[in-house]
């Protein structure tokens, strides 16, 4: 099964830093590696979100996103978010 705008460099992209994938307890943990999570600041009253941290291979994250930028405006099929 293919993924619709996830290609051969898209996967080898994301392939190549993981590495060892035991390194990861969860599946979520991941985006965190490559800095798809947002900023936090808590401190007392204070709860603050900020943009994503940019943390690891920008590369990979420019990637994603076009990745996911085509699945959920271009497929119609079972991978377009409420879709048909």
Known sequence: MSIPGVGVQTSAAFAAP???VGRFRQSRT????FGLVPRRHQSGEIDWTGRITKQGGSMVRKLLYEAANSILTRSRGSFARGGP
Do not use: L, N, P, Q
């Open 18 to 20: 993981i590495d060892e």
């Open 30 to 33: 991941t985006g965190a590696y």
